[in-house]
């Protein structure tokens, strides 16, 4: 039996896309750890909006405020081992996974599990910088980043390559919170109409606000090729920081926060009924 047929026999024997019921199970609680973290960001980018200085409202401020807490250790080791079983979920559902659609829109919705492993990965591998240092979490921010695809011949393409990318992400998010195509992702035929439509609201903000953090992340990187100037690039906390700069101030920016914390509310739903 060559490894694809067992890969596919393990998803067909299994309540959803992942490769085996132990990960499942650990990508389920990862998810549910994703979830928390989104809730922290939010809570941070509240502090922002008013005035209250605290962590940064990134990944990255949301796992030092875990590790400061009484078995922080423990709870982000749990955590890290949790996301990279969801991630592997996600390779395996953008390889095999979505049967239940077809054409395009099977196409779009292994596009976007190729992007939830990369961004539950990459949380992973901050999680783990963090454990391994026994210290705050080191993360290469976006601006070294920048100035490093800047050093390399044809960096300005690049930059603005990796920043239409995102902005490409963006609107692929916000046409699923939009459609709420995200529910088809989830069993929710046992579940009250009331249970519905309240994950379905939390699904809808959370993209969306997501998508408007993100797209912000593709400007200020597009930016920084248009001008050759990494300082101009940023990550979520530099996103959150620039809504908070407009002229709708801090409300917009408290708008994405309770967004924010939307999506880490549906994270805990998605993790008990998702099939993908």
């Known amino acids: 039996m060559t490894p ?10 299994g309540r959803s896309d992942a490769p085996g019921q132990v990960v499942d199970t650990l990508g389920r609680i990862g998810l549910v750890g994703y979830g928390v973290v989104h809730v922290l960001v939010a809570w941070l980018a509240l502090a922002v909006a008013f005035g209250i200085p605290d962590a940064p409202p990134d990944p990255q401020g949301a796992v030092a ?8 250790t423990l709870a982000l080791a749990l955590l890290a081992v949790g996301l990279i079983a969801f991630a592997l979920w996600q390779v395996t559902a953008a390889a095999i996974g979505f049967r239940w659609v ?6 779009r919705k292994r596009s976007g599990a190729v992007a939830k492993s990369i961004a539950t990965g990459g949380l992973a591998v901050l999680i783990v910088d963090s454990l391994v240092d026994h210290g705050p979490a080191r993360q290469t921010t976006a601006q070294s980043l920048a100035a490093g695809l800047l ?3 044809a960096g300005r393409l690049l930059l603005g390559t990796v920043a239409v990318v ?12 939009v459609r709420r195509t995200f529910m088809g992702d989830l069993d929710v035929r046992r579940l009250g109409r009331t249970a519905r439509r309240a994950i379905e609201w939390l699904g809808v903000l959370g993209h969306l606000s997501r998508a408007l953090a993100l797209a912000v992340i593709g400007l200020l990187a597009g930016g920084a090729a248009l001008w050759a100037d990494p300082d101009r690039a940023g990550g979520l906390d530099a996103a ?25 509310l549906f994270c805990v739903a998605d993790a008990a009924t998702r099939r993908a």
């Open 4 to 13: 694809l047929v067992s890969l596919r026999r393990l998803v067909r024997e």
């Open 65 to 72: 405020t875990i590790a400061d807490t009484p078995g922080g």
């Open 102 to 107: 077809r054409g395009g829109e099977r196409l």
């Open 151 to 153: 050093a390399l011949p």
């Open 166 to 177: 995102i902005l490409v992400l963006a609107g692929m998010m916000t046409y699923t919170g």
């Open 240 to 264: 959150l920081y620039a809504l908070g700069a407009t002229w709708l101030g801090a409300w917009l920016l408290i708008v994405v926060a309770v967004g924010f914390g939307a999506f880490g």
